[in-house]
């Protein structure tokens, strides 16, 4: 509990010296709550089934960046191009999901790290494949997506063609109403979809199978023993996380509407995790209100740290070195925390 | 007609013959007491019977297992739990956040299809808790539990819980064999009384109780019949009444001394007190030593024994500040400082870890290194200066190493090969010769001859008497074999509950060491 308390203080005496005014601060934080909260969400299940904070949903974005390509180069873009993008990237996030799956069940005990590099390699790998076998190995059809040499893709993918198509899916802005034209200007649709999402994993925790991940993630000698199949709920949790994680970066870029081929992805397990963190979850324990409460605390200190920092010490650089401190701090300090109330979990010699 | 008959059972682990023809049968209603020594096999029957992975992983087993007449080859646990057989395990098998519903349900949850269920299969039914909980209550009604099912199991007494692990087993509509194992051993007095009264009950449903206990008045107060095991073979299979508890003792301990001990009185045993120990705790997790209070004289070998979680291996491993310790240790009138094994060392003792490979050895280094690295390190021994370094004198190592393995005739390529690829018994040697390097005055020894075959136990025995015979090293040894430990010893404290039981001199007979290490009090077995 005293982590998101820490936070909300840090957040309060930071929007204070900001002089940003109100209006700005909750327009701005809907929009990053509507871009992020599901990538947050896609956590949950590996730290419900016992596997930790998984990083590797690093390649769930991948596989959401390939569709986007996809549908980039064959010009598809509206409604139709989002929609075929969630689909196209399903199947690639299921694939990569089961590696990553597979792999964490040999690695038992070091999930996180095993995650993280997992992460790093598959960054090597998608370079690999978009910065030299696109245009050569793969035929790009769409000239504008390569580079001048004409092999690998550019650094920088417009998204123009879907952009917002999730955000203003209903056009209230046709309905010429004051209260529609005020509401057009927010991704309501976005948050709809979102809502839906967290009652599915609401309503997914009550199933069978959520039972199965829970009782996976409190004790896996007593999960087996019972006849539960451990690994295969491991890899399915695995799974779930990456297609949601898939899901959650084509939402979060088709609101930014440009893509960086080669950086978007390589933060988002960090951000996620750091957010979820900052909520109040532990490496063990997360529900989906400390996803909402922590995307919105981290990504509040996110929007207020650069003009803090200028305000407070004239320069803008200090924030932006804070806004690093704090992603990394935060998973730090959390781990730590979480080593220590383990200890003390133990029994001491004064205790026999 | 029998409800389970278990014919002629024997495994092995690799080379190692753990059960050896073993037979008994059970009859549909009666509780069946097992009793025998660690290690005797139980636990190793049971795993076969409930088919744990464990069995069919290391090669599975030789004999016949029928159920009602039928062949019942078990493979897993499923298989098992599917032909009625319900296990309640040492350890809670409970999850703490869980509520007493879903972990007495768990795996077996009732549920109700639903529109994604239909797509994407069973595993996404949503749970029927309200029926879950309707099943959970009868079960817990049986055992004449009234606690409100929706409570969560962590911080539930520890009586609670087992009762918790009962009502999963009879929940089990076609349960007809329940084995508990130890149920208890973590129970208060009243708790325990209750827990007996409730198996009286389920056997009166019908249901076989396959009772496994070292308390053996309970055996004594609840079973039917009992089969005695000790070593991996069956010794009695016999009815309850027509046997005392002093017989079943002595039945369970009992083995030739194979040594004579003649020999013994050669040696001089001074008044001396060459360690006091008073109100040691060891924070050994599983091995609590809890306020134990022991002297050994100079010149004397003790032996430790008890049986497993009794808190024997924790004594030696709290002396030489491996695990967190505390009360006084006073050796030779100074003394001893806790929690530091550097100090341990310099006090001139020395330990031989029932962890040979893990604390013992570094196995990828050279026998010679193996031998000379804690004198190395604690004493500076096998040291040259040269200016301001110091380095190892290899020739000293090299010339040291061959002399011990010449003396223990340890079995090697020479003094370069490393100890990963040596036998357990010359593994055993190699700890012994750098036990000897740092020249002790005390020697504790735990679990010498674990993992070693018989030829080479013996020899590792005659090694440790040698040495307290012609060094004069008082040596404090804990085993859970009692019979080394009667082979050696001069004097043998049992250890239960995290304290002394009693001593006993080795030639006391079997019952009264069996009585001791069941938690039976001193003088009412030496009456």
Same mark, same amino acid.
Request: net charge neutral; proline share 3%; with cysteine.
């Given at each position: 509990m005293i982590v998101p308390i820490v936070f909300l203080v840090i957040c309060i005496v930071g929007s204070f010296f900001t002089g940003l005014p109100g209006g700005f601060l909750v327009n701005e934080m809907i929009v990053r709550l509507s871009r992020n909260l599901i990538l947050v969400l896609s956590l949950l299940l590996p730290v419900i089934t016992g596997l930790g904070l998984n990083f590797a949903i690093t390649l769930g974005a991948m596989a959401g960046q390939i569709a986007l390509i996809i549908i980039t180069n064959f010009t598809i873009?509206?409604?139709?191009?989002?929609?075929?993008?969630?689909?196209?990237?399903?199947?690639?996030?299921?694939?990569?999901?089961?590696?990553?799956?597979?792999?964490?069940?040999?690695?038992?005990?070091?999930?996180?790290?095993?995650?993280?590099?997992?992460?790093?390699?598959?960054?090597?790998?998608?370079?690999?494949?978009?910065?030299?076998?696109?245009?050569?190995?793969?035929?790009?059809?769409?000239?504008?997506?390569?580079?001048?040499?004409?092999?690998?893709?550019?650094?920088?993918?417009?998204?123009?063609?879907?952009?917002?198509?999730?955000?203003?899916?209903?056009?209230?802005?046709?309905?010429?109403?004051?209260?529609?034209?005020?509401?057009?200007?927010?991704?309501?649709?976005?948050?709809?979809?979102?809502?839906?999402?967290?009652?599915?994993?609401?309503?997914?925790?009550?199933?069978?199978?959520?039972?199965?991940?829970?009782?996976?993630?409190?004790?896996?000698?007593?999960?087996?023993?019972?006849?539960?199949?451990?690994?295969?709920?491991?890899?399915i949790s695995v799974v779930i996380s990456t297609v949601l994680a898939a899901w959650g970066q084509i939402i979060f870029l088709q609101n930014i509407g440009t893509m960086n081929t080669y950086g978007s992805h390589v933060q988002v397990g960090l951000f996620a995790v750091a957010s979820l963190l900052v909520g109040g979850a532990t490496v063990e324990k997360a529900s989906w209100k400390e996803a909402l409460i922590g995307t919105f605390l981290f990504h509040f200190l996110f929007v207020i740290s650069p003009l803090a920092g200028q305000n407070l010490f004239g320069n803008a650089q200090i924030g932006e070195y804070f806004r690093v401190f704090i992603a990394y701090g935060v998973i730090g300090l959390a781990l730590v925390l979480h080593a220590w109330e383990k200890d003390k979990a133990k029994i001491t010699i004064s205790d026999i | 007609m029998d409800l389970l008959q278990m014919k002629n059972i024997s495994k092995n682990f690799a080379e190692n013959r753990v059960l050896n023809d073993v037979s008994f049968s059970i009859k549909e209603g009666e509780v069946h007491g097992l009793v025998g020594e660690n290690g005797a096999g139980k636990s190793t029957l049971m795993n076969i019977l409930f088919g744990m992975p464990v069995i069919q992983s290391t090669g599975g087993y030789e004999g016949e297992i029928h159920i009602n007449g039928k062949t019942f080859n078990p493979t897993s646990p499923d298989n098992a739990m599917d032909a009625g057989i319900g296990m309640v395990h040492q350890e809670f098998m409970l999850i703490p956040g869980f509520t007493i519903t879903e972990n007495i349900k768990l795996n077996r949850e009732k549920t109700t299809p639903t529109f994604l269920s239909k797509i994407f299969g069973k595993r996404l039914e949503k749970l029927d808790l309200k029926s879950m909980a309707k099943d959970a209550k009868a079960a817990l009604k049986k055992l004449d539990m009234d606690i409100d099912e929706y409570v969560p199991v962590a911080g539930l007494p520890v009586g609670y819980m087992q009762f918790i692990e009962i009502a999963r087993e009879i929940d089990k509509t076609q349960l007809k064999l329940l084995i508990l194992d130890e149920p208890t051993a973590v129970l208060t007095e009243s708790e325990a009384t209750r827990f007996l009264e409730v198996i009286k009950k389920l056997s009166n449903l019908g249901i076989a109780i396959l009772f496994i206990s070292h308390r053996l008045d309970e055996i004594k107060k609840i079973t039917d019949s009992i089969t005695i095991i000790r070593d991996g073979e069956v010794v009695k299979t016999i009815n309850t009444d027509d046997i005392e508890i002093n017989e079943i003792a002595g039945l369970m301990v009992g083995r030739e001394i194979e040594l004579s001990q003649k020999e013994k009185d050669e040696r001089k045993i001074e008044d001396e007190d060459i360690l006091d120990i008073?109100?040691?705790?060891?924070?050994?997790?599983?091995?609590?030593?809890?306020?134990?209070?022991?002297?050994?004289?100079?010149?004397?070998?003790?032996?430790?024994?008890?049986?497993?979680?009794?808190?024997?291996?924790?004594?030696?491993?709290?002396?030489?500040?491996?695990?967190?310790?505390?009360?006084?240790?006073?050796?030779?009138?100074?003394? %001893?400082?806790?929690?530091?094994?550097?100090?341990?060392?310099?006090?001139?003792?020395?330990?031989?870890?029932?962890?040979?490979?893990?604390?013992?050895?570094?196995?990828?280094?050279?026998?010679?290194?193996?031998?000379?690295?804690?004198?190395?390190?604690?004493?500076?021994?096998?040291?040259?200066?040269?200016?301001?370094?110091? %380095?190892?004198?290899?020739?000293?190592?090299?010339?040291?190493?061959?002399?011990?393995?010449?003396?223990?005739?340890?079995?090697?390529?020479?003094?370069?090969?490393?100890?990963?690829?040596?036998?357990?018994?010359?593994?055993?040697?190699?700890?012994?010769?750098?036990?000897?390097?740092?020249?002790?005055?005390?020697?504790?020894?735990?679990?010498?001859?674990?993992?070693?075959?018989?030829?080479?136990?013996?020899?590792?025995?005659?090694?440790?008497?040698?040495?307290?015979?012609?060094?004069?090293?008082?040596?404090?040894?804990?085993?859970?074999?009692?019979?080394?430990?009667?082979?050696?010893?001069?004097?043998?404290?049992?250890?239960?509950?995290?304290?002394?039981?009693?001593?006993?001199?080795?030639?006391?007979?079997?019952?009264?060491?069996?009585?001791?290490?069941?938690?039976?009090?001193?003088?009412?077995?030496?009456?």
């Amino acid at each position: 509990m005293i982590v998101p308390i820490v936070f909300l203080v840090i957040c309060i005496v930071g929007s204070f010296f900001t002089g940003l005014p109100g209006g700005f601060l909750v327009n701005e934080m809907i929009v990053r709550l509507s871009r992020n909260l599901i990538l947050v969400l896609s956590l949950l299940l590996p730290v419900i089934t016992g596997l930790g904070l998984n990083f590797a949903i690093t390649l769930g974005a991948m596989a959401g960046q390939i569709a986007l390509i996809i549908i980039t180069n064959f010009t598809i873009g509206g409604t139709n191009g989002l929609l075929l993008s969630l689909l196209l990237s399903t199947p690639f996030a299921i694939i990569f999901g089961f590696i990553v799956g597979k792999i964490l069940n040999k690695a038992t005990g070091k999930e996180m790290i095993t995650s993280m590099v997992l992460g790093f390699f598959a960054n090597g790998i998608y370079q690999l494949v978009f910065l030299l076998m696109a245009g050569t190995v793969f035929p790009i059809r769409n000239e504008s997506l390569l580079l001048p040499s004409g092999v690998g893709i550019k650094n920088t993918v417009d998204l123009a063609g879907i952009k917002y198509s999730l955000d203003h899916l209903i056009p209230f802005d046709k309905i010429d109403l004051p209260f529609f034209q005020w509401l057009s200007e927010y991704p309501v649709c976005t948050f709809l979809f979102t809502l839906l999402i967290f009652i599915l994993m609401g309503y997914f925790l009550k199933t069978k199978l959520g039972q199965d991940m829970r009782a996976v993630g409190q004790n896996v000698e007593v999960a087996a023993v019972s006849g539960i199949n451990v690994e295969k709920t491991r890899v399915i949790s695995v799974v779930i996380s990456t297609v949601l994680a898939a899901w959650g970066q084509i939402i979060f870029l088709q609101n930014i509407g440009t893509m960086n081929t080669y950086g978007s992805h390589v933060q988002v397990g960090l951000f996620a995790v750091a957010s979820l963190l900052v909520g109040g979850a532990t490496v063990e324990k997360a529900s989906w209100k400390e996803a909402l409460i922590g995307t919105f605390l981290f990504h509040f200190l996110f929007v207020i740290s650069p003009l803090a920092g200028q305000n407070l010490f004239g320069n803008a650089q200090i924030g932006e070195y804070f806004r690093v401190f704090i992603a990394y701090g935060v998973i730090g300090l959390a781990l730590v925390l979480h080593a220590w109330e383990k200890d003390k979990a133990k029994i001491t010699i004064s205790d026999i | 007609m029998d409800l389970l008959q278990m014919k002629n059972i024997s495994k092995n682990f690799a080379e190692n013959r753990v059960l050896n023809d073993v037979s008994f049968s059970i009859k549909e209603g009666e509780v069946h007491g097992l009793v025998g020594e660690n290690g005797a096999g139980k636990s190793t029957l049971m795993n076969i019977l409930f088919g744990m992975p464990v069995i069919q992983s290391t090669g599975g087993y030789e004999g016949e297992i029928h159920i009602n007449g039928k062949t019942f080859n078990p493979t897993s646990p499923d298989n098992a739990m599917d032909a009625g057989i319900g296990m309640v395990h040492q350890e809670f098998m409970l999850i703490p956040g869980f509520t007493i519903t879903e972990n007495i349900k768990l795996n077996r949850e009732k549920t109700t299809p639903t529109f994604l269920s239909k797509i994407f299969g069973k595993r996404l039914e949503k749970l029927d808790l309200k029926s879950m909980a309707k099943d959970a209550k009868a079960a817990l009604k049986k055992l004449d539990m009234d606690i409100d099912e929706y409570v969560p199991v962590a911080g539930l007494p520890v009586g609670y819980m087992q009762f918790i692990e009962i009502a999963r087993e009879i929940d089990k509509t076609q349960l007809k064999l329940l084995i508990l194992d130890e149920p208890t051993a973590v129970l208060t007095e009243s708790e325990a009384t209750r827990f007996l009264e409730v198996i009286k009950k389920l056997s009166n449903l019908g249901i076989a109780i396959l009772f496994i206990s070292h308390r053996l008045d309970e055996i004594k107060k609840i079973t039917d019949s009992i089969t005695i095991i000790r070593d991996g073979e069956v010794v009695k299979t016999i009815n309850t009444d027509d046997i005392e508890i002093n017989e079943i003792a002595g039945l369970m301990v009992g083995r030739e001394i194979e040594l004579s001990q003649k020999e013994k009185d050669e040696r001089k045993i001074e008044d001396e007190d060459i360690l006091d120990i008073k109100n040691l705790k060891v924070n050994m997790p599983g091995e609590l030593v809890k306020g134990l209070n022991l002297t050994v004289k100079k010149g004397e070998i003790l032996g430790i024994g008890g049986l497993a979680g009794q808190g024997k291996i924790g004594i030696a491993n709290g002396i030489m500040g491996l695990y967190e310790a505390s009360g006084t240790i006073i050796k030779q009138g100074k003394k %001893l400082l806790l929690n530091n094994p550097k100090e341990a060392l310099h006090s001139s003792i020395a330990f031989l870890s029932e962890d040979r490979r893990g604390v013992g050895l570094l196995l990828d280094h050279s026998i010679e290194f193996n031998i000379a690295f804690s004198s190395l390190e604690v004493q500076g021994k096998f040291l040259k200066k040269i200016g301001s370094l110091k %380095l190892i004198d290899s020739k000293a190592v090299r010339k040291h190493a061959l002399k011990m393995i010449e003396d223990l005739d340890i079995r090697c390529t020479g003094p370069k090969q490393n100890t990963r690829h040596l036998s357990g018994g010359n593994q055993q040697k190699v700890c012994i010769a750098r036990a000897l390097t740092l020249e002790p005055d005390l020697l504790l020894v735990s679990e010498p001859t674990r993992g070693i075959d018989i030829g080479a136990k013996n020899l590792v025995l005659d090694t440790l008497i040698s040495l307290n015979k012609e060094f004069g090293v008082t040596i404090i040894i804990t085993s859970s074999e009692l019979g080394e430990l009667r082979q050696i010893s001069d004097r043998i404290a049992i250890i239960y509950d995290g304290k002394v039981a009693g001593i006993l001199p080795p030639n006391a007979s079997d019952v009264d060491f069996g009585l001791l290490m069941a938690g039976e009090d001193i003088e009412k077995v030496v009456d």
